[in-house]
């Protein structure tokens, strides 16, 4: 069984920083649970491009509200506590928060741990691992 804290987590390494957000990553490929579990903080007044060629990814909007803009359909999706999306087709998209969004994410297959996004808004699939 694995148990750790958020606060535990966040004060290590399994924090990764990026420019409009920070992932504390709880659970990674080493893990072995076939999923990476994170959660995120989206910080308010930013706009993130993401596309996600290499993984799918589920995100559960815990706290904040924004907005999501799907770049294949053009729709706009209002994101705010209860609300979950999945990018079942690599979606490209958009996430700009108008306030401080905390989002949960599960992410297939795995991250490694250090990953942050390269310039299509993708992760790689082979990435430098956080061990432990
Ligand atoms: C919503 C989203 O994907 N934000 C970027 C960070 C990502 N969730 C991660 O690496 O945890």
Known sequence: MIVRT??????GERRINAE??????????????GFSFHITTIYAGTT???????HLEAVYCIQGRG????????????????VVYALNQHDEHELSASEELVLAC???PPLHGK??????GAYALEAEAIAG
């Open 106 to 108: 599960v992410f297939n």
């Open 20 to 33: 409009t957000w920070n992932s504390v990553r709880l659970l990674l490929k080493s893990d072995g649970m």
């Open 6 to 11: 958020l606060a535990d987590a966040a004060a």
């Open 115 to 120: 990953e942050v996004h390269d310039e299509t």
């Open 67 to 82: 907005v999501l803009r799907d770049f294949g359909t053009g729709q706009e999706h209002t994101i705010e506590p209860g």
């Open 48 to 54: 993130t491009k993401m596309h996600y060629q290499n």
